[in-house]
T-cell receptor
Framework: AQKVTQAQTEISVVEKEDVTLDCVYE???????LFWYKQPPSGELVFLIR??????QNEISGRYSWNFQKSTSSFNFTITASQVVDSAVYFC?????????????FGKGTKLSVIP | KAGVTQTPRYLIKTRGQQVTLSCSPI?????VSWYQQTPGQGLQFLFE???????NKGNFPGRFSGRQFSNSRSEMNVSTLELGDSALYLC?????????????FGPGTRLTVL
């Protein structure tokens, strides 16, 4: 079973639409971290957010918002009023304690295409 | 502040050869992690070095190895290359340990094994 599931492989939206990228994770740990990274066509991954397992507050940063729900093991990412520059592959990642250090496992990614 | 740099950007090798990739982290960052990215397997963690010590290793064969120098620069070596090693190899650096902190990624080295 995958530790991080991003069920949406590809999504296309028209500019200005809202879009939600789903992320479901699996862990037995009580302490862990969740991340979202963006990989634009240029290739370099860019950090978006980190959340630890004890902080279930939702976060908003401009047009971006994240909904963390431990009850459903989900950490979904919403882009409001999408723009063409949002076109990228978005990765969700889980960090768990393994052999004394936290180790990241990435989901397969969701490719978002925003059409003008 | 300069970002994470990786050299070379592109490499073409043949099966059986070995290769060394280099990564220079952001100044002051002590952690360097390596990832392999392929269309089929996605992003997979290779290993992390922190203050010259390997902290973590992913599920890769012993042909994949690395090291970190006292200036935090890191190298990754792959011996006896196989076709399946063709991938984008990404290096990332962070102030603290990778699994707990924001990582800054380099542009990657595209390795093609013929």
């Amino acid at each position: 079973a995958q530790k991080v599931t991003q069920a949406q492989t590809e999504i296309s939206v028209v500019e200005k639409e809202d879009v939600t990228l789903d992320c479901v994770y699996e862990t037995r740990d009580t302490t862990y971290y969740l991340f979202w990274y963006k990989q634009p066509p240029s290739g370099e991954l860019v950090f978006l957010i980190r959340r630890n397992s004890f902080d279930e507050q939702n976060e908003i940063s401009g047009r971006y918002s994240w909904n963390f729900q431990k009850s459903t093991s989900s950490f979904n990412f919403t882009i409001t009023a999408s723009q063409v520059v949002d076109s990228a592959v978005y990765f969700c990642a889980l960090s768990e304690l393994l052999a004394g250090s936290y180790q990241l496992t990435f989901g397969k990614g969701t490719k978002l295409s925003v059409i003008p | 502040k300069a970002g994470v740099t990786q050299t070379p950007r592109y490499l073409i090798k043949t099966r059986g050869q070995q290769v060394t990739l280099s990564c220079s982290p952001i100044s002051g960052h002590r952690s360097v992690s390596w990832y392999q990215q392929t269309p089929g397997q996605g992003l997979q963690f290779l290993f992390e070095y922190f203050s010259e010590t390997q902290r973590n290793k992913g599920n890769f064969p012993g042909r994949f190895s690395g090291r970190q120098f006292s200036n935090s620069r890191s190298e990754m070596n792959v011996s006896t290359l196989e076709l399946g090693d063709s991938a984008l190899y990404l290096c990332a650096s962070s102030l603290g340990l990778a699994g707990e902190n924001e990582q800054f990624f380099g542009p990657g080295t595209r390795l093609t094994v013929l």
